[in-house]
């Protein structure tokens, strides 16, 4: 069974700096979909930047950027120029081949002004 | 384009008491999936509808958690009866068609608090 794992409960970051969420996951299989959502306080998840296995480069999405590692199976997220509309619940999400997500616990993100 | 709808939005309950969340997916989209997420948890797959047909339902308890999704487009998910062990936010989520390339849209989930 794939696992998700978020190892920073919490983290926080001053305005207009970078922050990176770290995510590893656990599979053994080689063709899969990795995904970053993002749930602020009002509970809405939304789709951050999704990293498909295959491909080497890594994926952005204007401030959010992806390091995807896949033998050494990390996937982390790069916030740059961090804006307090980013304070939110973190997840990192694993879909193969059984077509569902794994999700992780969670990174609790805070950006101080 | 209207987004996942749910409702309610909150719920409490007693301890063995029956409980329904009603989710409209987004128009068109084929796949219907709902997730119980624990506080302090991500969310667990409960189900997943390819239409009005079930996927996968490994880790729905199936001796009080039922869903439906009649005519492949809105799904009601029913406990009974509650459990403390239930409360916890119940996402709704669609993608456009069976496969994991597609994205999942969430809706804003109902969260149910058992007394």
């Known amino acids: 069974a794939q696992t998700v794992t978020q190892s920073q409960p919490e983290m926080s970051v001053q305005e207009a700096e970078t922050v990176t969420l770290s995510c590893t996951y656990d599979t053994s299989e080689s063709n899969y979909y990795l995904f970053w959502y993002k749930q602020p306080p009002s509970r809405q998840m939304i789709l951050v930047i999704r990293q498909e296995a295959y491909k080497q480069q890594n994926a952005t999405e204007n401030r959010f950027s992806v390091n995807f590692q896949k033998a050494a199976k990390s996937f982390s997220l790069k916030i740059s120029d961090s804006q307090l509309g980013d304070t939110a619940m973190y997840f990192c999400a694993f879909g193969g081949g059984s077509e569902k997500l794994v999700f992780g616990k969670g990174t609790k993100l805070t950006v101080n002004p | 384009e209207a987004g996942v709808a749910q409702s309610p939005r909150y719920k409490i309950i007693e301890k063995r008491q029956s409980v329904a969340f009603w989710c409209n997916p987004i128009s068109g989209h084929a796949t219907l999936y709902w997730y119980q997420q624990i506080l302090g948890q991500g969310p667990k797959l409960l189900i997943q509808?390819?239409?009005?047909?079930?996927?996968?339902d490994s880790q729905l308890p199936k001796d009080r958690f039922s869903a439906e999704r009649l005519k492949g487009v809105d799904s009601t998910l029913k406990i009974q009866p509650a459990k403390l062990e239930d409360s916890a936010v119940y996402l709704c989520?669609?993608?456009?068609?069976?496969?994991?390339?597609?994205?999942?849209?969430f809706g804003p989930g109902t969260r149910l608090l058992v007394l």
């Open positions: 989520a669609s993608s456009s068609n069976r496969g994991r390339k597609e994205t999942q849209y």
């Open positions: 509808f390819q239409n009005n047909g079930v996927v996968d």
